[in-house]
Structures are given as structure tokens and as C-alpha cells.
């Protein structure tokens, strides 16, 4: 029997991937999006790269109610993956509430409208941020939770609605997955990473250099207390990330039991890691300026990754090398199209 997912976000960068995994594990995916920031024409590109001839999708805000009751009312959905939010760290500096509404109201609006039509299995996307600044590298799931910015902040309390919900009613059961640095691309090039303006992210705009749109990189520090001074990260690849989603939903499907897991390598990676790496991909060297530390960045985030694999049976495999090999073919294929 078909199960059916409801994938909100999906046409974001990570939920196109997710898109493509959940079918190909053979779940049934309805898209919601409001393309506030992704392109419609993602929709056709998921279509080619599933074979599917229509990619049944809605656009509109998970913040909509009566959008929203629209779409559970036209599908009998036995789950949902949700990616619709605000991500943008620094962004959420300036538009704190905006934040607070679209992430923390976009969750309360999905939950309503989950229980009024008996849906209870979601895959939630969290983030390493609700760790704040860790004591304990690699990171446990059981290390406290605190929040160094309003984005984080609002991943920390749609963490704890989800808890106190779980815990007032047990016939719900969320899949809290805390990524830790998502990048790269689909092998085929035909989807990726497709920021509009100038990245906030070390990889896009490390591609974007590469590419010739940017002159140069800018080294955020080099004087932290890690191997070479740069800041040190748990860069995950988008496929692996999107395949610990199909895992996290098998695993409600077949246990209805909660789960809260990071999704990482458990590998740390330097900025000057990722340059070497992005500059064997695309057989260039790329400038870089060394410049002053960038406010609320964190020295190290690395994650502990036995939960995902014991239970989930996850484990992310492709290399740094492979993420910024994935980037840059689509750089030079799908971003152009
Ligand atoms: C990585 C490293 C920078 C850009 C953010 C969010 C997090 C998650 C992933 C949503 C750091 C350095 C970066 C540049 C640089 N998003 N850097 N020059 O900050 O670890 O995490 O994105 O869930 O919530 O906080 O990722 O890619 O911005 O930075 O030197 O131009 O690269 O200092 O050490 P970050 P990042």
C-alpha cells in the first residue's frame, strides 16, 4: 500500500533532495512551497530527474490555515517531512519575529491541521545550532541546548512544543533530525544549492568564487583553537542528509517511536579543509583573504553520530572531496539552466 507523505518546503534546496529520495524509497510526495525561497521551476526538474510526469505540488505558506486545511483535505496523508522555514542565521538577527512567526507559527499551523486529520507521524528539521557553543565535541544528543541567535532559538522551542505535545499525547511521534552542515548537490547536476544573492554559507560562496561571480574568499579567523586557526565544521552531503529523512520516517512508519538524532559525519573540516577540497574539484586555486571573526560563530561543531546509525540504521558516507566534486557539477551544469 502507497504510503503518502506531505513534504512542505520541498522545493527548498534540501527538500528537493529529500523529494527525490522519498520516492525513490517509494513514498507518494505532495509539495507544499511558497517559493519565497526556492524556484517553481525546481518542480519540473524533480519531475525529469523522477520520472514522475506531474509532481503534484501546492504552492502556498504553511502559515495559511485555510490553504493548509485545502491541501489535508484533498489527500489522505499518512506523514509529513517539514522544511518550511527561515534559515538564515544573521537574517534572523534583524527580523527576529518574522522568525519566530514563520518558523514557530508555520510549525503550530501544521500540528492544528496534523491532529484535526489524525496525522501524527512528522520529520522535523532541526538544526546543530540548538547546541549554542558546545562544551563536548563530538557532540551527544543528551549535550544541553541553548541558542546564540533567534533562528536557533526558534529550532530549540519547536524542539520542546514537540516534546511537551509527544508527551501530552503519545499517539504522536516526531522525527527530530539536527543537521549539522548540509552542502553539496545531486550527482546528476540537475538540482542544488541556488542561492539568489551573495551566500552567507562557506561552500556556495566558495562556488561562487570558483565560478568567477566572486573575487575571492573571505577567511572568517584564522586564530581559533583548532589544527590550522580556521573554524572547524561537520559538512554533511545533501544526498546523505536527505536519505537520514527516508530512515527517520521508515523508522515512525514501522515503530510510530520518536526519535531526536544528528544528521553529520562526525568529521571536522576546516575552512581551509574545504578551500584544498573545493580546489581540487574545479582544478583551480581560489584567493582567499584572511579576515576578522564573524560574530556568533562557534570555533568547532562536530557530531556524535551513534544515535542516527543505532537507531535509524544511518550512516552519511561521501566525502568532502565528493560534496565540493557534487557542487561544482552542478555549478557548471544545473545552475545554468
Ligand atoms: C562555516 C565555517 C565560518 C563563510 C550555518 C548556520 C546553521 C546551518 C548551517 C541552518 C565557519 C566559515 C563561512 C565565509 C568563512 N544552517 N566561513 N567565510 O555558520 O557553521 O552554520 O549554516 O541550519 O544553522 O549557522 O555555516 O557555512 O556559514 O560557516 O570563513 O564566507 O566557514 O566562519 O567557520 P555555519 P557557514
Known sequence: MTRTVLLTGG?????????VALVEAGYSVVIVDDFSNSKPSVLTRLGRLTGLNKVE???GSVLDDAFMERVFNAHEFDAVVHFAAKKAVGESVSYPVDYVETNVGGLTTLLRLMDAHDVRRLVFSSSATVYGDPDIIPIPESAPRSYTSPYAFTKLMSEQILEQAAAADPAWAFGIL???NPVGAHPSGTIGEDPSDIPNNLMPYIAKVAAGELSHLNVFGDDYDTPDGTGVRDYVHVCDLAMGHVKSLDALM???LGHTVNLGTGIGSSVFDMLQAYSRACGKTLPHVVTDRRDGDVPVLCAEVDRARE???FEAKRTLDEMCAS???WIQTGAKE
Open 11 to 19: 522545493a527548498g534546496y534540501i527538500g528537493s533532495h529529500t523529494f
Open 57 to 59: 505540488a501546492y504552492e
Open 178 to 180: 539536527r543537521y549539522f
Open 254 to 256: 514501522a515503530s510510530n
Open 311 to 313: 537507531l535509524l540504521g
Open 327 to 329: 557542487s561544482w557539477h
